[in-house]
């Protein structure tokens, strides 16, 4: 965690997001809890640290965790079915798709989009539909 926070130290809530972001969408191995373990498995995110593959809900959980922590902002998840991305309240103008939960614009960052900037939903994903899960700062 402190080499994570130094990188993401003096910059603003959009450049640090989205350095955290690219890391969780790039630094993982993606598999199926099906294929690996048999089973849907939900990782806390010291575990999808630990363990050598993780799949959309591991990668949200800990991308939530780590922006919630490094950088304090609110986030939540949001449940599309068949997948699970988050997305961030942010204090300043982002642009990008997002979902009014609790009268606050939360931003979309799918950990799973490889590559897909802040604010980009996934391919066939309906944002309207989604279901929302709020996490306590």
Same mark, same amino acid.
């Given at each position: 965690?402190?080499?994570?926070?130094?990188?993401?130290?003096?910059?603003?809530?959009?450049?640090?997001?989205?350095?955290?972001?690219?890391?969780?969408?790039?630094?993982?191995?993606?598999?199926?809890?099906?294929?690996?373990?048999?089973? #849907?498995?939900?990782?806390?995110?010291?575990?999808?640290?630990?363990?050598?593959?993780?799949?959309?809900? #591991?990668?949200?959980?800990?991308?939530?965790?780590?922006?919630? #922590?490094?950088?304090?902002?609110?986030?939540?998840?949001?449940?599309?079915?068949?997948?699970?991305? $988050?997305?961030?309240?942010?204090?300043?103008?982002?642009?990008?798709?997002?979902?009014?939960?609790?009268?606050?614009?939360?931003?979309?960052? #799918?950990?799973?989009?490889?590559?897909?900037?802040?604010?980009?939903? $996934?391919?066939? $994903?309906?944002?309207?539909?989604?279901?929302?899960?709020?996490?306590?700062?």
């Amino acid at each position: 965690m402190p080499l994570l926070a130094k990188s993401v130290r003096d910059r603003d809530e959009r450049e640090a997001v989205s350095r955290l972001l690219n890391l969780v969408q790039t630094g993982f191995e993606y598999e199926y809890d099906e294929k690996v373990w048999g089973h #849907d498995r939900p990782f806390f995110a010291e575990e999808t640290l630990y363990y050598p593959f993780c799949d959309c809900e #591991d990668r949200a959980i800990l991308l939530s965790r780590l922006v919630r #922590d490094l950088l304090g902002l609110r986030t939540l998840l949001v449940f599309y079915p068949g997948h699970l991305a $988050m997305a961030v309240a942010f204090n300043e103008k982002v642009e990008g798709d997002y979902i009014v939960c609790q009268g606050l614009r939360f931003v979309v960052c #799918d950990p799973t989009y490889i590559g897909a900037p802040i604010g980009a939903t $996934m391919t066939g $994903m309906d944002n309207a539909k989604a279901t929302v899960v709020l996490l306590e700062p």
